[in-house]
């Protein structure tokens, strides 16, 4: 039996509204293999709702770091809270917000949000790695790969299929802010780095290539390790 965690972008589960197909798909894969004995761990982003409610925030009033964070945070749960709901048969009935706490986890599935301030989902899910000796986490974006710089605004920019933490962490660099667009948490990559993590990168609306992955097969997108 293997522990899988798997960090869900919220630009997958709410693009514009509410993408109950693609979380009904997502939902069955996951089912699947909660049936072959694994155990599944999931951490919900915020996406576009969190930068939606951010952006608005900016607009209307003067406001500090912290309430920047604390809008993404409540996004991400909310999503969490769709997620639990969802998994109901299967799944811890509450959400974990604090990865640090002891958490009695015996269900086959563990839903995860923001915790506060300075973290993003992305250590929340390493983070939940490392206390559940799960060695890989698997982060579903609307990215088919990370590139060693913004292939927005580079034309040269090159896909990587495979990086070593050292050359990703010096493409990331090292500080996290609210709303920050990177493929993988700056911060979140030096605690994987240390843990010695495998994080794969790959575009969660893809889901025939992420059931590939499952499978031991052939996928597109990043793996960065070592």
């Known amino acids: 039996m293997g522990i899988t965690v798997i960090s869900v972008g919220g630009s997958l589960i709410v693009p514009d509204k509410i993408n109950t197909s693609w979380i009904r798909k997502f939902a069955s894969l996951v089912q699947q293999q909660v049936r072959k004995g694994n155990k599944i761990i999931l951490v919900t982003g915020g996406g576009r709702t969190a930068r939606s409610y951010q952006n608005a925030a900016r607009e209307t009033g003067n406001l500090v770091r912290d309430d920047l964070d604390w809008l993404g945070i409540h996004t991400t749960r909310l999503n969490a809270h769709l997620f639990r709901a969802v998994f109901r048969k299967i799944a811890h009935p509450k959400i974990v917000k604090d990865p640090t706490k002891r958490i009695p986890w015996k269900e086959k599935v563990l839903v995860a949000a923001g915790w506060k301030p300075g973290w993003s989902t992305d250590y929340i899910a390493v983070l939940l790695a490392k206390k559940f000796k799960a060695k890989e986490v698997l982060n579903l974006s ?48 030096r605690i994987a780095q240390q843990a010695k993590l495998k994080v794969v990168i790959m575009n969660g609306s893809n889901l025939p290539n992420l059931a590939s992955y499952l499978r031991g097969q052939e996928y597109k997108g990043t793996k960065i390790e070592k």
Request: without cysteine; hydrophobic residues 30%; positive net charge.
């Open 142 to 189: 609307n990215i088919d790969y990370a590139y060693d710089k913004d292939p927005k605004k580079y034309k040269n920019a090159k896909k990587l299929e495979e990086v070593s933490w050292k050359d990703f962490r010096k493409i990331v660099g090292n500080k996290w802010d609210p709303g920050l667009n990177a493929p993988f948490d700056p911060v979140a990559s």
